[in-house]
């Protein structure tokens, strides 16, 4: 299973992947919101986690993107933020989003878990 991370946050993004390697899972990291919509569509992981506050843009202007691609529109996604802004949580799972983490409330062991159980739940929606 590969998991792209999209983040600027380099020490979550290390946190979260040395967690998702010890769990077998392949991890890919973008820095930007650009870089992670084309790592995407080239990679094609298996889930995307993607942080709300990026320098280039908006979490849930990049989950808009990927949704709207034919390419990348069955991906499961979810948003992760340190903000829990009602209004965009709200708007990320309207367009998508399995789920909106708050990256303050989660240890890396939960996230391993909720990845595990949002994926289990897209594989027994799509079979």
Excluded: C, H
């Amino acid at each position: 299973m590969k998991i792209l991370i999209i983040d600027d946050d380099t020490n979550i993004t290390e946190i979260w992947g040395i967690a998702l390697k010890q769990n077998n899972f392949e991890v890919l990291t973008a820095t930007s919101g650009r870089s992670g919509i084309d790592q995407a569509k080239t990679q094609k992981p298996d889930f995307i986690l993607i942080d709300q506050i990026m320098p280039d843009m908006k979490g849930n202007d990049i989950l808009k993107i990927l949704k709207e691609d034919p390419v990348t529109n069955m991906i499961p996604v979810a948003i992760a933020s340190n903000y829990s802004d009602t209004q965009l949580m709200q708007e990320a799972i309207q367009q998508g989003a399995l789920d909106y983490i708050l990256k303050y409330q989660i240890e890396p062991l939960d996230l391993i878990s909720k990845i595990k159980n949002l994926l289990q739940k897209t594989q027994n929606t799509n079979s």
